[in-house]
């Protein structure tokens, strides 16, 4: 158990809509990363958050958008949903920025977009 | 710009045998590397880090060197059990963005009893 909790664990919609996936990070880290796994693409960063502000953005759509609160817990938004959005999405989390820092995965939640 | 590249999976082996999984990177700078594993169904959990060329990592029987003038990372086991069939990631952290990390595509290892 890496200490990163990801909610839901499984979540399936439909095109066009729209979903939030959550994730807290373990105690006493500040920073959340997120990921999007997919069987074509890899595993691909999205985005990251250092105790509340965005430090670092990769291949992030623009109908993602995230967020990390006060108390630490992120949240990723997607909407306007496509079937290619279908994937497994991780957040990680570490205790700052630094290149040497680990970063310690969530399950993931995988989305199933129909 | 950052790269990882691993070898191509699927890779099949028996019981003890000797595992080698190709690792090599592209980078401005001087990136950390690391290597995770994933089993089924669950996260990705750190393997094993090195920091600084010439630096070796090691957990639970595997190794990895990092080795700058041939920019590669290769992971090693002297001999593999059933329970290390998992998929495994090479990646780099890249400091000038945020500790982003490049993970390679991923190496699927099936140990046969």
Known sequence: ?114 | GNSVTQMEGPVTLSEEAFLTINCTYTATGYPSLFWYVQYPGEGLQLLLKATKADDKGSNKGFEATYRKETTSFHLEKGSVQVSDSAVYFCALSDLRNGNQFYFGTGTSLTVIP
């Open chain 1, 1 to 114: 158990d890496s200490g990163v909790t990801q909610t839901p664990k499984h979540l399936i919609t439909a095109t066009g809509q729209r979903v939030t996936l959550r994730c807290s990070p373990r105690s006493g880290d500040l920073s959340v990363y997120w990921y999007q796994q997919s069987l074509d693409q890899g595993l691909q960063f999205l985005i990251q958050y250092y105790n509340g502000e965005e430090r670092a953005k990769g291949n992030i759509l623009e109908r993602f958008s995230a967020q990390q609160f006060p108390d630490l817990h992120s949240e990723l938004n997607l909407s306007s949903l496509e079937l290619g959005d279908s994937a497994l999405y991780f957040c990680a989390s570490s205790t700052g920025t630094s290149g040497t820092d680990t970063q310690y995965f969530g399950p993931g939640t995988r989305l199933t977009v129909l």
